[in-house]
């Protein structure tokens, strides 16, 4: 990836999700009367999310460097530097840093992802090449802000057709 400026940006407002994601918190909800967040947020090469939804927010990604495959709902797009996409509130999804990875300013409203990671992830200044991904923390807090879990890493929106007795989405009992 290139040298591309980053703002700077205080110690507590960097954190990292193990070795999967980087971000820094470039606005938050107090800023914004809980309006929208916005962060800047780095994935090494091929990292993804699991397939998941939002409930209560919106997401908007605008790719600053590298590229991302997005499958949300029934589209498939890979974003490269420039490219901008925007995701529904309540729209299964996924995303997946190419080759060389990705930087994306992403933009969620109402304000909600950056809370996700400020809560759930390890302060950036205290982490280690063995920093690992606290699943469990960061699932209680998911459920908390109403994101759903819909499979992991690698399962797309199209898998959700597949599930047993033809059931067509997940279990929300």
């Given at each position: ?14 954190f990292?999700l ?7 918190i ?6 914004t ?9 780095v ?32 589209d ?14 309540n729209?299964?999804h ?23 990671i ?34 992991p890493p ?20």
């Amino acid at each position: 990836m290139s040298n591309f400026p980053s703002p700077p940006v205080p110690h507590d407002r960097q954190f990292v999700l193990g070795q999967h994601l980087r971000m820094s918190i470039l606005t938050s909800a107090e800023e914004t009367d809980g309006r929208h967040d916005l962060s800047d947020i780095v994935l090494p090469a091929d990292a993804g999310t699991p397939l998941h939804l939002h409930t209560g927010y919106e997401e908007r990604i605008w790719v600053v460097e590298g590229s991302l495959t997005v499958w949300a709902g029934p589209d498939t797009f890979t974003l490269r530097s420039g490219d901008f996409y925007a995701i529904p509130m309540n729209t299964p999804h996924t995303i997946k840093a190419g080759p060389e990875g990705a930087r994306s300013l992403n933009i969620t409203s109402p304000a909600a992802f950056a809370e996700l990671i400020r809560r759930s992830g390890t302060p950036a200044h205290l982490a280690t090449a063995e920093t690992e991904w606290d699943m469990g923390l960061f699932q209680a807090v998911t459920e908390e802000l109403g994101d759903i879990i819909l499979g992991p890493p690698g399962a797309v929106p199209a898998d959700l057709e597949k599930s047993p007795a033809g059931h067509s989405g997940p279990d929300r009992a």
